[in-house]
Structures are given as C-alpha cells and as structure tokens.
C-alpha cells in the first residue's frame, strides 16, 4: 500500500512540474514573441537603438561584425530578415547603397523605416572625393561622428521605436534622454580638450570626418574620398605629403577595418607617426566582448587627436 501509494504521489509531482515547466516555457514565449523585432544597417545605429530599446526590443545589426557599411550588399537572408521585421533603421544619405531598392520591396510590407540622417544639416563634398560608390551627390554620411548629430539620430530612433510600439513609448523616451545626456557630455569633453592645440589640421585615411572637424574646428585632409575604397593618384598622395611637410604634422591617422599602408607610406615620407582615429563604422564580436562601444571608440579617438595636435 505505501508502495502504490509513493508511485502515484510521484506520478502526481511529475506531472505537477511538467505543468508548470511547460506553462513557463509558454509565458516565456509570449513574451519573447512580443518585443518588436529591428533591423539597424550598421553598428553605430545598432549602437544607439539598442539602448534606447533597453529589453522592449529585439535589435539586429544586418552588417556582420568587423566589417563597415561602405560598399555592403545585404544576402537574400538579409533581405528576408529585414522584410521580417517591424522597423528598419538606416541612416541614409548615401551611406547605404542598396537603401533605395529595400525601400521599394517593402512598400507593401508592414516594416517602418526610419532614417536617421533625414533632415539633419549636412556637409557637401565636391569634385575628387565624389565617386560612383555613392548615390548621395557627394553628400557626407558620416553623420554619426558627431555628437550633436548623434543626439538628432537618438531622437529619430526614439521616434520610430514609440510609432512601432507605442504601449513602450515612455519607455523608450526615458533611455533616449539618458542616451542623449551621455552624448551632450561626450560633445564638452570634445569641446574642452580640443579648444587649446598646437595644430588644427588631421590627415586621415578618408573623408570621414567633417562632421567631427567641423564641430571642433579642426581642418580635415583626406587621402581617399568618401569611401577608403577609392585610393587617391600619385599626385594627390603628393600634394597631401607636401602639405604635411610644409604644416608640420607629426601624425598620420589610420582606421581599424582599413589596411593602413597609405597612412604609413605618408607617415614614412615625412617622418611622421602613426595613430588610430576611426570612424566607428564596425566592431568586432571581440571588441563588444572586451566591452568597447561607441563611447569608448570616440573617447579613444580624442586621446589620440590630443597626441597628434598637441593639446593642453
């Protein structure tokens, strides 16, 4: 009898906690399938939606890691991914090539697309930085490296997330203005550091940062255009080496996605160094790991501009 009697009370506890294993397995579905799903097309925007979305969102970056947004073409699984989806987040403005066309295909999809760098004040470059890579009439997309500009694309963001999830708007509002406080504070530490410098003039790899300059008032020169994937001719390499020479820079920057052998090639005719100052179009799956961000890639980028323009 205690033998029947011990069999059926553990028949009853199994069944009892399969119950209750399968109704959280549930609920945690539920939950799960809840959250938006968003599609950013590079890591700085991934950067910025994911902490405005917090945990009310499930955010993807459609870039893979390590690589940057110049001249990627989205897979068929990209696509469907992005179709997939309830936002798109670009940042327009010629960055993303295939912009255009994924807007056409998901015109009769339920995916909102919102684009960051819409409306924002942008700097146009003309002549030889322009090239048929980008579809945006020379228009600088870089927006994202500066600050100020940042704070406009979190507010984008913000607005885009509260369309597509309303019941989370608050939500949403309360971590862009976190978000944005830590920009604005970004934006002094800038300003601060670069008021007193020996130099104003930076040499890098490509044209990625007259944003940056011209909120810092720096003097940008580019050895490539828009895109580090046009190289310059021999008389432009020239002419940015006599520059350097005859300004008396003492570094050369370089990126880290981009093979820096036209920054040393520079740096070894003048005698000059070189330093790192990057856009932050990518970070690697170790790089996130090791816990750098947008934050700490432009912080590392202001250590470096303080080195090469003797700032005090």
């Known amino acids: 009898m205690n033998k029947k009697y011990i069999i059926a009370l553990s028949i009853l506890i199994i069944l009892i906690v399969s119950f209750f294993v399968l109704f959280s397995n549930k609920k945690e579905k539920v939950v799960s399938d809840d959250k938006i799903k968003v599609v950013t097309s590079f890591y700085p925007l991934y950067f910025f939606t994911s902490e405005i979305a917090g945990d009310r969102a499930t955010v993807l970056n459609i870039i893979p890691s390590g690589a940057g947004p110049h001249g990627y073409e989205p897979t068929a699984r990209d696509m469907a991914t992005i179709e997939d989806s309830d936002l798109l987040i ?5 960055l993303e090539g295939w912009g255009d066309n994924i807007k056409t295909n ?3 999809k339920d995916t909102y697309i919102v684009i960051a760098g819409e409306g924002l004040a942008t700097i146009e470059k003309k002549g030889e930085e ?4 980008n579809n945006n009439n020379g228009i600088d997309p870089h927006i994202w490296l500066s600050p100020v500009l940042a704070i406009q694309m979190a507010d984008k963001i913000e607005s ?6 309303p019941k989370n708007s608050y939500y949403y509002k309360s971590n862009t203005e976190i978000l944005k406080k830590k920009l604005n504070i970004l934006d002094e530490e800038f300003k601060q550091s670069l008021t007193t410098c020996g130099s104003k003039n930076i040499i890098v790899s490509h044209s990625a940062f007259a944003y940056l300059a011209q909120e810092y008032n720096l003097n940008q020169i580019s050895i490539a255009g828009l895109s580090h994937e046009e190289e310059p001719s ?4 020239t002419e940015i080496s006599k520059f350097a020479k005859e300004n008396n820079v003492k570094y050369i920057f370089f990126e880290n996605l981009v093979s820096p ?5 520079i740096a070894r005719e003048i005698g000059a160094k070189t330093l790192v100052l990057d856009p932050i179009g990518g970070l690697t799956d170790n790089e996130i790991s090791e816990g750098k961000d947008y934050f700490s890639e432009m912080r590392n ?5 303080k080195i090469a323009l003797e700032c005090i």
Do not use: T, Y
């Not at 885009?160 to 999830?165: E, H, N, R």
């Open 90 to 94: 670009l940042n327009g403005i010629g």
């Open 106 to 108: 998901l015109e009769d």
């Open 130 to 133: 322009e090239h048929e890579e």
């Open 160 to 165: 885009g997330l509260s369309i597509v999830d």
């Open 234 to 237: 021999q008389k432009e390499m």
């Open 261 to 265: 052998k036209l920054s040393e090639a």
């Open 301 to 305: 980028n202001l250590v470096n501009l």
